[in-house]
């Protein structure tokens, strides 16, 4: 957890206490720990709290900052987090990569970058169930399609069936690993002419499918396809009997683009058959929040869903007003995240596979610049304080000119063969029926 202080001292003096420990950071830059003496403090001090001193040196001469503590949680955290690294604006997408983080320590490497396909996009990068062997990610462009990671490899299916008049878009796999559920929008954005608010992106019609990998098919259903409603962000839950998803009522666009609000609903799912339920129940209602629900995600314990709530569109991204809120599945009550949200956007999220941390994208340091945030979620919903996701030089994030875009816990280090990568790019996508 190395840190630095905002303003100007000649030299920094720091202590960090714990059981039988105590690491003496001096500097004249920053606080900086040993990784082994650092493990060796957590490992030791469990469950318990760490006090941090800290002193700097000025012009004037020593002073010495009101001194904080840091609980060390029993419960751990996912080894690795994913993420895209991508300029936040529209016009730079030339140069962009998907990523992996170490958790344990500052090491971050590539997973597949676009270096390997000039001019392609990629995004929407997701896991089943944290498992890094089975991933996917969009390719767009030349060559492009769904790229689908699993026993034989790598392959890539064309992502647009000829019944759909779009493309597979936002994904979430079925814990059992046979289905991935898609959202299918037309997409477009605007712009806006003052500086409070940047980009609009807004779906003039979505809906939701369902991709079967094992037969290699689209499930579609009346109750998810209507031209009445835009239907997006589908999210199954932990058990794999419920898919979840946000629905608007449909709306000229662009010009009703504030009046489009999402609730959040569900509708059975039966794994064996791939068939859907016959009622679609809301869970969180337009009529009383007047505002939309975007990303849905569900604690891996079945427990709590958490998703963001904007004034209003599906892109919750850009809006300042987004927060995430928090909504007890056994209850039906939903409650904003007030321990975690800041003045600024907070958008995509993801659990930790015991249930016990999130980590979300925020602006809340510029405005402008996703950034990774952890938070400690308790049994009885209640979020700690969120933390940036550390790195090595404290400068890193004021010299950094890329948005950490969707952040994602895994269980281990993605070992994707780039020749397998490119081999699949440079075949004929498999067809979609």
Known sequence: MNFKLTDHFSEIYVEVRGKNKVLVSESNKYADFDKIEWETLLESNVGRAIGVNVFAKSDSGWIAFNPFSVFVKKEPIDPYLVYR???????????????????????????????????????????????????????????GGTFITNDSGVIKINSKPDQLYSGFQYPYWHPGGRYIAFSINKTAQAFHATKEKRIEVFDSKSDVVIYDT????????????????????????????????????????????????????????????????????????????????????????GKFLMFTLADYGNFSIWHKEADLYLLNLETGRYRPLEQVNSNDTESYHSWSSNSNWAVFSSRRVNGLYTMPYFAWIGNDGKAGKPFLLPQKDPNFYLNSFYSFNIPEFVDDNISLSVKEIEEAYNMEGIKVQ
């Open 85 to 143: 690294l991508i300029a936040p604006g529209y016009q730079v997408w030339s140069s962009m990569g998907i990523y992996q983080r170490s958790l344990e320590d500052f090491r971050q490497t590539e997973v597949v970058t676009n270096r390997l396909f000039p001019g392609a996009c990629m995004n929407c990068h997701s896991f089943r169930e944290r498992d890094h062997e089975q991933m996917m990610f969009h390719l767009r462009g030349k060559n």
């Open 214 to 301: 094992r037969d290699n098919k689209v499930i579609t259903d009346k109750k998810l396809i209507s031209k009445d409603w835009f239907e997006t962000f589908p999210t199954f839950s932990p058990d794999g009997k419920y898919l979840y998803f946000c629905s608007s009522k449909a709306t000229k666009m662009p010009a009703d683009y504030q009046d489009v609000k999402y609730n959040l609903c569900r509708i059975e799912f039966d794994p064996a058959t791939g068939e859907l339920g016959t009622k679609v129940d809301t869970l969180v209602r337009v009529s009383d929040t007047d505002q939309s629900v975007t990303f849905p995600r569900i604690s891996p314990n």
